[in-house]
């Protein structure tokens, strides 16, 4: 959420879209630090930016109305995809 609220604050210059972009980007950065209390720091970076990249592609259609075409669905599963293997891969 907080990119779309950035991408809506134009470059800063709106308050409200501002204030709860920088809000909700700390609480991500927040809640990735509890991530690494116990997931190697690949994982949890690459679960919190491919958790974050298919959100903010969801959001972004939801939103924004941007096209939904076969060729982003499949990558955004790829990335999906590979989010849960590391996961796997690190509980093995």
Same mark, same amino acid.
């Given at each position: 959420?907080?990119? /779309?609220?950035?991408?809506?604050?134009?470059?800063?210059?709106? !308050?409200?879209? *501002?204030? @709860?972009? #920088?809000?909700?980007?700390? =609480? *991500?950065? %927040? !809640?990735?630090t !509890? %991530?690494?209390?116990? !997931?190697? #720091?690949? =994982?949890?970076?690459? $679960?919190?930016?491919? $958790?974050?990249? $298919?959100?903010v592609?969801? %959001?972004?259609?939801? #939103?924004?109305?941007?096209? #939904? =075409?076969?060729?982003?669905?499949? @990558?955004? %599963?790829?990335?999906i995809?590979? $989010?849960?293997? /590391?996961? /796997?891969?690190? =509980?093995?």
């Amino acid at each position: 959420m907080w990119a /779309l609220a950035l991408h809506q604050a134009e470059g800063f210059t709106r !308050l409200w879209p *501002s204030v @709860f972009g #920088v809000t909700v980007a700390a =609480t *991500s950065f %927040a !809640l990735l630090t !509890l %991530a690494l209390r116990d !997931l190697p #720091v690949g =994982t949890a970076y690459a $679960v919190w930016v491919g $958790v974050g990249a $298919v959100g903010v592609a969801v %959001a972004g259609r939801a #939103v924004a109305h941007e096209p #939904v =075409t076969p060729a982003r669905v499949l @990558f955004l %599963a790829l990335i999906i995809a590979g $989010v849960i293997g /590391l996961r /796997l891969t690190d =509980t093995a």
